[in-house]
Structures are given as C-alpha cells and as structure tokens.
C-alpha cells in the first residue's frame, strides 16, 4: 500500500464517530484528545484526496464544539470590554476530548492559533468541493467573536510553550482564519466589520513588530529567533504570500537555520524528546517550496518525510537520529513514553505534501 493510500485508511480508521481527529490513538499524552489545529490540517489533507465526509464531518465536530461555547465567549467578550482581566485559564481550550468536552487533565491550554486555522481549513474546503458543511454558522461566528475580542493577548504558541509572547505563527493563524470566516458569509453585519478591523490591526502589527532586520518574521513580537511554524505564515496563510520579499526571507531562514538533510526541527533550543525533526514540518517546508515553483526541493522533503514511516506505514511525531539535544531524550521516555507513531497530523501533511506535488499513490 503506498503512504499516499495508508494516510488516507489511517485517519479514516481512526476518526471518532463524533467526527473528531485524534491527535494520536496510543501516545500517552495525546490519547483521547483531539486539537482544532492538528485536526484541521488532517481535515485538509483528507480533503484533497476525496474524503468529502471525512472531512465534513471533522468540522461539522469543530462547529458544534465551539458553537457549544458561545455563551461562554459572550462572558470572556463582554469582561473584556469591560477592562476586566481574564485569565489564560478561564479562555476556550486548545485541544477537547473526542466527544467534544473539556479534558480533566492539565495542559497548557490557552491557545487561539487552531481557532483561526479550523476557520481557514473550513473555508478551504469549502472552496475546493463547492459546498458549504451543514449546521458550522454558531461555530464560525462564535470563533470569529473569540479571535476579534482577544488576538491581541499572549498566548501559548504551537508547541504549548512561551503563554507570555506574541507568537508570529498564531497571528498569521487567526489573520487567516478571520479573513476565511467573513469570506463564508455568515457573519453579521458587525461582526464582519470587527473580524476585518482585527485582520488590518495583525497585519499593522506584524509589519511593525514581527520582522526583523534581517527581512524575516520573528518566532514572537521581541524577539530575533525563527521557528518553524513561521512557514504557514507564507504557505497557506497568505500573511506574506510566497512571493512577498518578507515570505521569501522567512521560508529562507527558517531553511537555513532549522532544515538538515531533509527533515525540519522546530526551533534551535528545542529539547522535547531530544529535539528531533519533525515530518510534519518538512510538509510545511515541502509546501512553501512547491508554491514558489520549486518542485524538486518540495520533492525532496516528501521523500524524507516518508523515509520516517514504520514498517507498518505509520508516521511518527519526530524522528530520533541527528537530535538537537539527544541528553534530553530520555527523560521524556521516562515521562511519557515512546514518541508520538503514528501522529496523524504527520500524515495528513504528507497528504497535502503529495496533492501539491501531484503524488495520489
């Protein structure tokens, strides 16, 4: 069975009947739980490849998880206007259990990048198969009034670290999303006008405080650093399209600095499990240089991230040779276990990988 074909039964089979993704049906720390953000890149692989209901079906899940919330959302916003202070732990979670509640397990939960790109995602598919997913209105503009009211707050980042930073990947994250969620039309009247007013103010910021001197985003607002979540900033979010000279510089520098034979690390001071490349990322990296036109680059890191597969054709979180910090390695063994196989949102960055690249088995 090629990879192309094992993505596909993998996340298939693995699909909540509730519709939700599950980050990872065995590793300890993930099991059980589903992130908007995972989810909805594994959503968009699935989409490429004809699994309409599939992916109808994972953000027919999103709507009503986040529609279920709108009361809460109404509070959070209405304190905010007020000037009250509301705490990270009080915000909508990162990541639900499979049947959509909130987990009873810590985590570092306060994150708004998976609300803006399940918006993108939906829209995207929207798009593609020219019909809009039954019952995700409350959802959409419940998500829409949340990343209005707080894009502006710190947050975690992708990795659920740095709660006290701006992260450059979120904006670009809820940029996309925002313009996704007035582009399906639902939206009020004034709800359109602040979710627009919210996209001019990211841009606004980014453009002032989120690219250094050097020419290239930032991994957060202060500082100089790369990561490799910038990429989606380039390649799907648009914030700087492929072409723009502060995009170029970012898929660059985020090259030069974190690619090594073909896989991607996250960032430089990354210690998690050993701090090992991720194929998920050489997706990232695979589909920037597929849309600049450099198909034999994008070739590349398809072919590496494939080499990471098991025998059995699963794809893990990240691979465990040229580590960052291999010292660091054995403590998470020791804490969680084995590393993250398979990951399904690896697989569903290899299916969007290969549709770009024109790979269907």
């Not at 399906?184 to 919210?198: D, M």
């Not at 098991?310 to 804490?335: I, K, N, V, Y």
Request: aromatic letters at 10%; one cysteine or more; charged letters at 20%.
């Amino acid at each position: 069975m090629s990879l192309v074909a094992h993505s596909l039964d993998v996340i298939k089979r693995l699909q909540a009947p509730s519709g939700a993704y599950p980050a990872s049906p065995t590793f300890s720390a993930y099991r059980g739980y589903s992130w908007l953000r995972d989810g909805a890149f594994i959503a968009e692989g699935v989409s490429r490849h004809g699994d309409v209901a599939g992916a109808d079906n994972f953000h027919a899940w999103c709507a009503r998880v986040v529609g279920d919330r709108a009361g809460q959302v109404d509070v959070l916003v209405s304190r905010a206007g007020r000037d009250e202070a509301v705490s990270a732990a009080e915000m909508l979670p990162t990541r639900f259990t499979l049947d959509g509640v909130d987990g009873d397990d810590g985590w570092w939960d306060f994150q708004l990048d998976g609300y803006g790109t399940w918006l993108w995602a939906l829209r995207e598919h929207r798009v593609r198969h020219g019909r809009a997913v039954p019952g995700v209105e409350k959802g959409v503009r419940t998500a829409a009034r949340y990343l209005t009211a707080f894009w502006n707050v710190p947050c975690y980042d992708w990795w659920e670290e740095h709660v006290e930073h701006r992260h450059v990947a979120t904006l670009g994250s809820i940029h996309a999303g925002l313009r996704a969620a007035i582009a399906l039309g639902v939206l009020s009247a004034p709800e359109s006008a602040a979710a627009a007013e919210a996209v001019e103010g990211i841009a606004d910021l980014v453009a002032r405080e989120g690219v250094t001197d050097g020419g290239h985003l930032r991994k957060w607002l202060g500082s100089d650093a790369v990561d490799a979540s910038l990429l989606a900033c380039v390649e799907p979010f648009g914030l700087y399209p492929a072409g723009h000279p502060v995009g170029e510089a970012t898929v660059a520098e985020v090259e030069r600095q974190l690619a090594r034979e073909g896989g991607v690390y996250r960032y430089l001071a990354d210690t998690f499990y050993g701090g090992g490349r991720w194929p998920l990322l050489a997706g990232f990296l695979g589909w920037n240089h597929a849309r600049a036109g450099r198909r034999a680059e994008a070739a590349r890191y398809l072919e590496w991230m494939a080499a990471q597969a098991t025998p059995e054709g699963d794809l893990p979180e990240q691979a465990s040779d040229l580590m960052l910090a291999p010292d660091r390695r054995q403590e998470w063994l020791d804490r969680w276990g084995p590393v993250a196989t398979p990951l399904l949102w690896s697989h569903g960055m290899y299916l969007v990988l290969a549709d770009e690249l024109g790979v269907t088995a």
